[in-house]
């Protein structure tokens, strides 16, 4: 099985930053993709960030020029780097992952996995 786990969310001021990270602790996942989204309360979750396995970029316009997406594929790891934070920007926030992983009897299991999300919080 494949398991996300998010980590560095938390409470700051505007205009302060975040680092969130997002790594597999369970077995190892050929990635195709990974994601960022986020939920704020009584709103949609959204995508804020994707990155691809060839190291391509997306960003939702509301984040672009603040936040940046890096990975580690061979650690199943990715990262959100945000910075000049809004209180708009206070949501729980979801790693999200695509790929590939192998069975003990080399099955292959294509999937979409969803970490747990982490809160942040952003105060005026």
């Known amino acids: 099985q494949v398991q996300l786990v998010e980590s560095g969310g938390g409470l700051v001021q505007a205009g302060e930053s975040l680092t969130l990270s997002c790594a597999n602790s369970?077995?190892?996942?050929?990635?195709?993709?990974m994601e960022w989204h986020r939920q704020a309360p009584g709103k949609q979750r959204e995508l804020v960030a994707r990155i691809t396995n060839s190291g391509n970029t997306n960003f939702a316009d509301s984040v672009k020029g603040r936040f940046t997406i890096s990975s580690d594929n061979a650690k199943n790891t990715v990262y959100l780097r945000m910075n000049s934070l809004k209180p708009d920007d206070t949501a729980v926030y979801y790693c999200?992952?695509?790929?590939?992983?192998?069975?003990?009897?080399?099955?292959?299991?294509?999937?979409?996995?969803w970490g747990q999300g982490t809160q942040v919080t952003v105060s005026s």
């Open positions: 999200n992952a695509d790929g590939i992983y192998y069975l003990d009897n080399g099955t292959p299991v294509v999937g979409r996995y």
């Open positions: 369970g077995r190892q996942l050929s990635i195709n993709a």
